[in-house]
């Protein structure tokens, strides 16, 4: 661990490089730990799954304000913005003697004309009934996974009342879709703009246009992380998070833009335009994952003071924990619960002697066999409290949710001991080791 004077002779900029650096640290550890490539997975397939229809719906209804002309344009603009513009591979022409290029937004424009047409053929009233049950069940279904995924990684319940989900569905649905037309429209007026820029200036035209492209990302962003966990998410802590994807997303399409190639370059022989499957599927599920490790990051500031982050990421202790410790740790949750207040874990750390990361660990136990429960604070972070009284607790079933398991006990011998201490609170209930309220 570095020690507290080197890292107080800091200059400012270096304090703030380190909090950086811990903060991208704890991040990537977080998504391991929050089981976020499974999240990225099932976000992937509900994506998919209402890409097609949310986009043909979509233009049925927009055609009627931008005419078809108009709606191509705009769908190509989405596109470039997306990265699916970057997706193409080479394929053999009719004889094998040439090659062309297949482009993925080719294609799902192609799909999308056709589907158009055919929907707009039908009988009008089964296009609405049809249309519109489809567009909501599509849309929700794609919303309710990923509050589902933003709330894993926020910590927060999962209560939130019907009249709130919905109305926070349709100010994303219809926020997030303004912001997107209305970013490519500022979009294109400033790209004009730095076009008619004096010909000494024309240096600043690529920078510009790069930082024109990440604000539009920073501000969906920000919009996802502050309106769809089902918790209070502070302005600066979403806006650092945002920032931390915002940078990774418009890198990762960079990426994608100058390495597809080479990652299609041997699938073409075999699959030909089907190779742009697969690179799909990729492109979306690397932008979920991007997507919740900017949640990492601003769930991590809003809870976590810098001090705090450094001690969880530094910490080497053992991987073996007593579970005695989890006896003191619903011990402090008690005497807070006693008292009427929500227990922070920090702070319950802090009062046990105990890192940060070990309380989270014995608290997730905690959590999953029902004996604590996760709450939101007046300030809206957060935090723990008891699932029962404390009288109907006993040391027993704390005991039971985080005994050790036989092949993490360090040897025979240390296993007899905690036995021995085990056994002497097996009758004993949390109540009377809790007879006055917590520390203020």
């Not at 024109?212 to 969906?220: D, E, F, H, K, R």
């Not at 998410?233 to 597809?260: D, M, Q, R, T």
């Not at 924990?321 to 005497?335: K, P, Y």
């Not at 874990?345 to 997730?364: F, I, Q, Y």
Request: charged content about 20%; proline content about 4%.
């Amino acid at each position: 661990m570095t020690p507290p004077s080197a890292r107080t002779g800091r200059t400012r900029t270096q304090r703030t490089l380190a909090y950086l650096h811990d903060l991208a640290r704890h991040g990537g550890r977080q998504l391991v730990r929050d089981r976020a490539p499974q999240l990225a997975a099932a976000l992937s397939y509900r994506t998919v799954f209402s890409l097609i229809p949310v986009l043909v719906l979509s233009l049925i209804a927009l055609k009627a304000f931008y005419g078809e002309q108009g709606i191509r344009e705009l769908l190509d603009r989405v596109m470039v913005y997306l990265g699916f513009s970057e997706l193409s591979v080479s394929a053999a022409g009719v004889e094998g003697s040439e090659e062309v290029r297949v482009q993925f937004t080719q294609m799902l424009e192609e799909f999308i004309g056709r589907a158009t047409q055919s929907v707009t053929q039908l009988n009008f009233r089964a296009i609405t009934i049809v249309s519109v049950g489809l567009f909501l069940y599509a849309a929700i279904s794609l919303l309710i996974q990923i509050e589902q995924a933003f709330n894993q990684v926020c910590k927060a319940g999962s209560g939130r009342r019907l009249i709130s989900r919905l109305t926070t569905y349709w100010t994303l649905l219809t926020l997030g879709s303004v912001g997107l037309v209305s970013s490519l429209f500022i979009g294109d007026q400033l790209a004009g703009a730095v076009n008619r820029l004096p010909e000494w200036l024309s240096w600043a035209a690529t920078p510009l246009g790069i930082s024109i492209q990440l604000g539009a990302t920073w501000l969906l962003f920000l919009l996802a992380y502050t309106r769809m966990p089902n918790t209070r998410v502070e302005l600066i802590p979403a806006a650092i998070g945002a920032l931390f994807a915002g940078l990774l997303w418009e890198g990762a399409k960079w990426g994608l833009s100058n390495f597809v190639g080479l990652v299609v370059k041997g699938h073409t022989a075999v699959y030909g335009p089907l190779a742009l499957i697969p690179i799909v599927l990729l492109w979306i599920y690397v932008t979920w994952l991007i997507v919740l490790f900017g949640l990492e990051i601003t769930y991590a500031v809003q809870t976590l003071r810098a001090d705090a982050l450094h001690r969880r990421l530094t910490y080497r202790g053992s991987g073996v924990v007593d579970n005695l410790a989890a006896v003191a740790v619903m011990r402090e949750i008690a005497r807070d619960f006693n008292v009427g207040r929500t227990s922070d874990p920090d702070r319950v750390a802090a009062r046990c002697g105990l890192p940060e990361s070990v309380v989270d660990t014995l608290c997730d136990r905690l959590r999953e066999v029902g004996l604590v429960r996760r709450v939101e604070s007046e300030r809206g972070e957060s935090c723990l409290s008891l699932a029962r009284p404390a009288e109907n607790i006993t040391a027993a079933e704390i005991l039971a949710a985080t005994r050790i398991a036989p092949e993490q006990e360090p040897n025979q011998a240390m296993a007899k001991i905690i036995a021995v201490q085990q056994g002497a609170l097996e009758s004993v209930k949390l109540s009377e080791l809790t007879p006055g309220g917590a520390p203020a």
